[in-house]
C-alpha cells in the first residue's frame, strides 16, 4: 500500500459507520452488494485476499449498479438516487486503489453521505451516528500524517479536533440565518400518513393503529391540564355512510369558529408529527383568533398547509364550549343521511327507540341504556363481521372496537331520526413525569359520537365507554379483556421499560424543541433577548464574523499556552539550543535540528559524537515517530551531561 494501513483500516470503520443506518433507505440489492464490498476491502486489509477486483471489473460493476439504481427509482435525479449512488461510489471506491489522494477522496464521499442522514430525519440518534462517522473520518485524515501513532492517540486527536470545533458550531447554529422547511424539498415521511388517520373509517381500520406505540403528538400545557373525560383530539369528522365504511363530508373551511368560545380554558403548545394532512389534532374546542389557522363547519382546525414536518402550535382549549346551537338544514340533513338498505334488524330496534315516545333527548337515552346492558365486549380482536356490519355488531358478535362501537351508535341515532356523526381523533394521553409533557400516542387513536338535540346543539357521545368505561379514565392498556394484543410498553412486566422510555421521550421532546425547533421566530426571540433589535442577514453576518475571529484567536493563545507547558521534548531541546547560545553559538530561527548540531560539530570537535546523537534522537522524536516518555527522559539526561569546552 502507498498510504499507512491504519489510515486504510481507519477509513473502512469509517465508510461501515456510514452506510449501515443508510440500509434501511436503499433498494436492498444495493445494501447487500455494499455490505459484500466492504468484506472484500475488509479481506484486502487483513491479507486474507491480497488484491482487490481488476480495473475493469470494477467500471463494469460501476455501470452496472448506475443502471440497476436508474431501473430501481426511474431517474439519477433526486435525493434517494443520489444517496444510492453517493454509497455505491464509496464501496467502490474503496477498492479502486490505495493512495493518499484515494483516502481523501473516500472520506469527502463518507462526509456527504453522513449529511444524507439528515434527509431522512433529524433525531438525536441519526445526529449522533453522523457525528460519530465525522470523527472516524477525521482520525483517518489525522492516520494519513501520523501513520505509526497508536489507535488510541489517534482517536483522541480526532476528538480534540472535534472539541475545538464544538464552539464554531454553536455559533453557526445560534447566529446563520434559520432556512424555514425541510432539508430537501418534501421530507421523505411526506406521504406517508404516519399518524394513521384517515376521512375514512371502517370496522378495523382504528383498532390495527392502536398496536402501534409511535407519538402522533406531544401537548405541553400551561398549568394543569383538562381531566382525562375532556381530553378529546379532534381529526376528521364523519358523515357519510354507505353501509360499511364512514367518509368525511365536505365543510368549508373558514377565518373564525361557527361557535362562541366558553367556559374554562386549556392553553397548551402542540408539538405535532408530520401526517401530510391539514388536520391539527386540537383539543376540543379551538379558541377563537389563530391567525393563519382554519376553522371548518364540523369544528376542526385546520393548519395552513399539509403538516409535512414536525410543526409546533401554541393553542388553547374550551372543553366547556356549547357548539351547533343554530345548525343549518343542510348539515342535520346530512347527519340524518342513510344506505336505502341494510341492516334490517338495528333499522328496527331504532324505530323502537322513537316509538316509544318522548323528544330526540329520549331516544338518546334509550340507545344509551341499550348499549350499557347488552354485555358488549371492548376488544382489539372482535369477530368478523358480515354484511350487514351494524347488524353483526349489535346482533351477533357483540364485541367490537371504539369503529364498531361510534358506527353502530350513530347508526342507530340516524335510523332513529337524531342527526348523528362520527368523530376520529385521539382520546387520552400520559403525561411523562420527567418533564410533565403531555403524551399522545397512535395507541390513542379513537372514534367517537356526536348527537344533534335542539337547544342544545352537538353533544359528545362515547359509545366504547359504556362498554369500557375505564378507555376513558385508564386508557387503552387497563380497558382491553385478558388475553387481548396490548402494546408491548402497556404490559404491566415491563414497567421498567416504560421509565427508560419516558427518560428517552424527554430527552428526545428537548431536541425537538431546541434543536430542530430552533426556527426563525425562536432565532429572533434570542438574539432580541441578547440586545439585538436587527436581526438581518448582514448583522448576522458580522456577528459571525466576529465571533469566529474570537474563537480563532482564543484557540491559538491556547495552542501556544499549551506547547509551552506541555512539551517535554521542546523543553528538552530549547535547553540544548542554550547551552550552545551561552559559548555565543544560538540557533537560527530557520536552522534545522541537523543543520545546527553540523555548526556544533565543527565548533566542539571533541563532543561531536554527542552533539550528532542528541540532534538525530531530537529530529527522529519530534519528526518520525511520536516520542515515548523513556525516550524523552534519555535525551534529556544526555543533554544533562552534555560539558561544551
Known amino acids: 500500500m502507498n498510504a499507512e494501513a491504519s489510515a ?43 488484491s482487490g477486483p481488476p480495473r475493469l471489473i470494477l467500471l463494469v460493476l460501476a455501470a452496472g449498479v448506475a443502471a440497476g439504481i436508474r431501473f430501481h427509482f426511474g431517474h439519477f435525479f433526486g435525493k434517494d438516487p443520489g444517496v444510492a449512488l453517493l454509497a455505491a461510489l464509496l464501496c467502490l ?7 493518499t489522494r484515494d483516502v481523501r477522496v473516500a472520506v469527502l464521499l463518507s462526509f456527504f453521505l453522513q449529511l444524507g442522514l439528515f434527509f431522512y430525519n433529524q433525531t438525536l440518534p441519526v445526529a449522533a451516528l453522523a457525528l460519530t462517522g465525522a470523527w472516524l473520518a477525521t ?47 418534501l421530507p421523505a415521511d411526506a406521504h406517508s ?61 373558514r377565518n373564525e369558529p361557527v361557535y362562541q368560545p366558553d367556559g374554562p ?13 391539514r388536520w391539527v389534532l386540537a383539543l376540543d374546542y379551538p379558541d377563537a383568533g389563530l391567525a393563519g389557522f382554519a376553522y371548518t363547519g364540523d369544528f376542526q382546525l385546520l393548519a395552513p398547509r399539509p403538516v409535512r414536518s414536525r410543526a409546533r402550535f401554541a393553542l388553547r382549549a374550551r372543553p366547556d364550549t356549547v357548539v351547533g346551537l343554530g345548525e343549518s338544514e343542510a348539515v342535520l340533513a346530512a347527519a340524518l343521511r342513510l344506505p336505502p338498505q341494510g341492516n334490517p334488524r338495528a333499522r328496527e330496534l331504532a324505530e323502537g327507540f322513537a316509538g316509544a315516545g318522548g323528544g330526540a333527548r329520549d331516544v338518546l337515552q334509550r340507545a344509551v341504556a341499550h348499549l350499557r346492558a347488552g354485555d358488549y365486549v371492548y376488544t382489539l380482536n372482535p369477530a368478523l363481521l358480515g354484511e350487514d356490519t351494524v347488524d353483526g355488531f349489535l346482533f351477533d358478535t357483540r364485541e367490537g372496537f371504539c369503529e364498531h362501537f361510534a358506527s353502530a351508535f350513530v347508526f342507530l341515532m340516524r335510523a332513529a331520526g337524531v342527526p348523528a356523526r362520527v368523530v376520529t381523533g385521539y382520546q387520552g394521553g400520559a403525561i411523562n413525569p420527567v418533564d410533565n409533557v403531555m403524551v399522545v400516542r397512535q395507541s390513542d387513536a379513537h372514534a367517537w359520537a356526536e348527537v344533534w338535540l335542539a337547544g342544545e346543539g352537538w353533544r359528545r357521545v362515547d359509545p366504547t365507554a ?7 379514565e385508564a386508557g387503552l392498556g387497563e380497558s382491553l379483556r385478558l388475553g387481548d394484543p396490548r402494546p408491548l410498553l402497556m404490559r404491566a412486566e415491563f414497567s421498567w421499560l416504560r421509565g427508560l422510555r419516558n427518560q428517552w421521550e424527554a430527552l428526545s421532546n428537548h431536541w425537538n424543541q431546541w434543536v430542530l425547533g430552533y426556527n426563525p421566530d425562536r432565532q429572533r426571540d434570542l438574539l432580541e433577548r441578547l440586545g439585538l433589535a436587527r436581526t438581518d442577514w448582514r448583522t448576522l453576518t458580522v456577528m459571525m464574523s466576529a465571533a469566529a475571529g474570537l474563537l480563532m484567536t482564543a484557540l491559538l493563545g491556547w495552542a501556544v499556552l499549551q506547547r509551552r507547558r506541555v512539551d517535554p521534548l521542546d523543553r528538552a531541546w530549547l535547553a540544548f539550543c542554550r547551552k550552545a547560545a551561552r559559548h555565543g553559538l544560538a540557533r537560527a530561527p530557520w536552522e534545522g535540528p541537523l543543520a545546527f548540531a553540523a555548526r556544533l560539530r565543527e565548533a566542539f ?40 569546552s
Open 605 to 644: 570537535p571533541a563532543r561531536a559524537a554527542d552533539i550528532e546523537r542528541i540532534a538525530t534522537d531530537y529530529a527522529r522524536l519530534r519528526y518520525r515517530a511520536p516520542g515515548a516518555a523513556a525516550d524523552i527522559r534519555a535525551l534529556k539526561q544526555r543533554i544533562r551531561r552534555l560539558q561544551l
Open 466 to 472: 359504556l362498554a369500557a368505561p375505564r378507555r376513558i
Open 93 to 99: 471506491k474503496l477498492l479502486e486503489g490505495d493512495s
Open 8 to 50: 486504510h483500516r481507519w477509513l473502512l470503520a469509517t465508510a461501515f459507520l456510514t452506510l449501515a443506518p443508510h440500509a434501511a433507505h436503499l433498494p436492498v440489492w444495493l445494501s447487500a452488494l455494499c455490505f459484500a464490498l466492504l468484506i472484500l476491502r475488509g479481506a484486502q486489509l487483513w491479507r486474507i485476499r491480497q
Open 193 to 253: 400518513g404516519i399518524s394513521g388517520l384517515s376521512d375514512s373509517m371502517a370496522p378495523g381500520s382504528i383498532s390495527e393503529l392502536s398496536l402501534s406505540d409511535a407519538i402522533a403528538f406531544r401537548a405541553d400545557f400551561d398549568g394543569e391540564p383538562p381531566a382525562p373525560t375532556q381530553r378529546y383530539w379532534r381529526g376528521p369528522v364523519l358523515t357519510e355512510f354507505d353501509g360499511r365504511t364512514w367518509r368525511a363530508g365536505r365543510s368549508t373551511p
Open 265 to 277: 380554558n386549556y392553553a397548551y403548545e402542540l408539538t405535532l408529527e408530520p401526517h401530510n394532512q
Open 139 to 185: 482520525v483517518t485524515l489525522l492516520a494519513l500524517h501520523q501513520p505509526r501513532a497508536a489507535p488510541g492517540v489517534q482517536l483522541r486527536a480526532g476528538g480534540l479536533l472535534f472539541a475545538q470545533a464544538l464552539p464554531f458550531m454553536l455559533v453557526l447554529f445560534i447566529l446563520f440565518p434559520r432556512v424555514q422547511g425541510p432539508l430537501w424539498g
